[in-house]
């Protein structure tokens, strides 16, 4: 059986050998970009604009995932859609680099985008529409996709199974975790049997959106499976639940020029917050062995953490049973 190498082994030299064994020449300049779970390099080159080199966390995705991932992509640039697609090079777009597979991107610039502003909302729902339309006409065929089953019921079971919740703690966060997840299946059950899963961003926050002043970039689609749209829409709202069905407004103006919006989806906004929230903690625990993980997560898996988790559910089962932003 074949052992994938771990990140510990991706040293400077390792990233940039892997450039030049595809002719791209580096200079040797190497900055580590802000990526957990994956490793991400800007990487000098000799001739022309830096390059953006991406090594896969080994064992994570098959090679078919990640490259369905990079055809989705290529897919939207296609239609003119701003995002960022892996470059082909030799021929392909997924290399292996002495037990590493990585992948190589052209250098974007751009600033977080100013979600505080409607016309950026509404500008981020306009390719958001457009990203969807392209996203609905063909699923996933091995990519997986967002249910309670992956995102809360797996990862629940990972923390209780390998004892991640304190002792003092392990009843109580038990209780509000399971209860939480009766709530979600709760929001979905309301939301009915129709809602569409399409291919999705995954995980659209403003820190996977560059801007510049043509408007956003969309960047690392590493998360990308099938789902319903409104999950690539809820983590665009903040603040309180006035503010954030204005801001649901000010989206789905854009959005709606580009594709249909089921508005039964709007019960899933607190579901896929809590599903989120579960996911995440388990996702930490899950790379608890990542040395790079200890380093920037040091308040994970301490007695505060999992006191405010246990807080964090109770108030995510209270706002599930509330109505949805919009009347249905």
């Not at 680099?97 to 985008?113: D, T």
């Not at 500008?123 to 995102?151: E, N, Y």
């Not at 209780?160 to 059950?189: K, M, W």
């Not at 709007?266 to 899950?286: D, G, K, N």
Request: charged share 25%; aromatic share 12%.
């Amino acid at each position: 059986m074949v052992t994938s190498p771990t990140f510990s082994l991706l040293t400077p030299d390792c990233v940039m050998n892997a450039l030049d064994s595809l002719n791209c020449r580096s200079d040797g300049r190497l900055l580590a970009l802000n990526s957990y779970e994956n490793r991400v390099y800007q990487v000098g080159m000799e001739e022309g604009s830096p390059l953006v080199a991406k090594f896969y966390r080994p064992g994570r995705w098959t090679n078919e995932a990640i490259l369905e991932e990079h055809a989705f992509v290529q897919e939207l640039v296609e239609r003119e859609i701003p995002v960022v697609p892996a470059l082909v090079l030799r021929g392909e777009t997924l290399h292996t680099f002495e037990g590493f597979r990585f992948a190589v991107f052209s250098k974007r610039g751009g600033r977080a985008p100013e979600l505080e502003d409607r016309n950026t909302l509404e500008w981020m729902g306009r390719f958001l529409g457009r990203i969807h339309a392209i996203g609905a006409l063909k699923p996933f065929q091995h990519r997986p996709t967002l249910d309670i089953a992956s995102f809360g019921v797996e990862p629940l079971d990972f923390l209780l199974t390998n004892n991640f919740i304190p002792a003092d703690l392990d009843a109580a966060y038990r209780s509000v975790a399971e209860q939480a997840l009766a709530g979600v299946r709760h929001c979905f059950e309301r939301a009915g049997n129709n809602v569409r899963a399409l291919r999705l961003h995954g995980d659209c926050h403003a820190g996977n959106v560059l801007w510049t002043d043509d408007g956003p970039h969309f960047v690392d689609f590493d998360d990308s499976r099938m789902g319903p749209a409104v999950q690539d829409l809820w983590m665009l709202l903040s603040g309180e639940r006035a503010d954030m069905a204005r801001q649901l407004n000010d989206v789905l103006a854009g959005y709606e020029d580009f594709y249909d919006f089921d508005s039964c989806e709007l019960h899933l906004v607190e579901a896929l917050r809590t599903l989120r929230l579960i996911h995440y903690s388990a996702w930490l625990a899950q790379r608890w062995d990542d040395p790079a993980f200890k380093q920037a997560f040091p308040w994970f898996n301490t007695q505060h953490y999992w006191q405010d988790r246990i807080l964090e559910l109770r108030e995510q089962i209270a706002l599930m049973d509330e109505p949805p932003l919009w009347p249905i």
